[in-house]
Antibody, heavy 120, light 107 residues
Framework: EVQLVQSGGGLVQPGGSLRLSCVGS????????MNWVRRTPGRGLEWISY????????YYADSVKGRFTISRDNAKNSLYLQMNSLRGEDTAVYYC?????????????WGQGTLVTVSS | DIQMTQSPSSLSASLGDRVTITCRAS??????LNWYQQKPGKAPTLLIY???SLQSGVPSRFSGRGSGTDFTLTVSSLQPEDFATYYC?????????FGPGTRVDLK
């Protein structure tokens, strides 16, 4: 069974930093691209970053480019999101999501989500 | 960036109803279109990928159609567990983009 277990998150002040983690099991982690997606009440689901299986290809949404960094450690079956210079509009539930194999950029299995609240 | 729109934004339906949700892309995306269901407090779950392929474990009352810019998700006979929010997502190119969602609730 594919499982993605997330950790990290919590309350942080504007301008602060936070690191999210996601550990995968039940599949060959290095063989899949991975994504981070967030959900806010006002904006619905928003994709924020992608990393290929070997980390050679990385994409970011404009809303987080230059502030967030995606990375992975395939030896640990782990995905990370380093979030710096956090803003109020970054408040959301963050999900890691495995990419389905193939040409279609399709997140097919999702972590349980972790809440990030940016507030003073 | 490819923009995704959905209609309606919400709908009320009864058990057993046939429900269709429409999704439109701002440019042609072939069949790189995916549909998700999300319930309150839960992660999204993939229902349909490649516009019409049913994800493993998803009931056959869900179906998807379309190509290019226009797509539909149909639930043939609404069940109690289907009351949720549905999102389309284009998988053609980064940045991946989602539609704004369609909330389906009980009439």
């Amino acid at each position: 069974e594919v499982q993605l277990v997330q950790s990290g998150g919590g309350l942080v002040q504007p301008g602060g930093s936070l690191r999210l983690s996601c550990v995968g099991s039940g599949f060959t982690f290095s063989g899949h691209n991975m994504n981070w997606v967030r959900r806010t009440p006002g904006r619905g689901l928003e994709w924020i970053s992608y990393i290929s299986g070997g980390s050679s290809t990385i994409y970011y949404a404009d809303s987080v480019k230059g502030r967030f960094t995606i990375s992975r450690d395939n030896a640990k079956n782990s995905l990370y999101l380093q979030m710096n210079s956090l803003r109020g509009e970054d408040t959301a539930v963050y999900y890691c999501a495995r990419g389905r194999s193939g040409r279609n950029y399709c997140p097919d299995s999702w972590g349980q989500g972790t809440l990030v609240t940016v507030s003073s | 960036d490819i923009q995704m729109t959905q209609s309606p934004s919400s709908l009320s339906a009864s058990l057993g109803d046939r429900v269709t949700i429409t999704c439109r892309a701002s440019q042609a995306i072939d069949t790189y279109l995916n549909w998700y269901q999300q319930k309150p407090g839960k992660a999204p779950t993939l229902l349909i990928y490649d516009a019409s392929s049913l994800q493993s474990g998803v009931p056959s009352r869900f179906s998807g159609r379309g190509s290019g810019t226009d797509f539909t998700l149909t639930v043939s006979s609404l069940q109690p567990e289907d009351f949720a929010t549905y999102y389309c997502q284009q998988g053609h190119s980064a940045p991946l983009t989602f539609g704004p969602g369609t909330r389906v609730d009980l009439k």
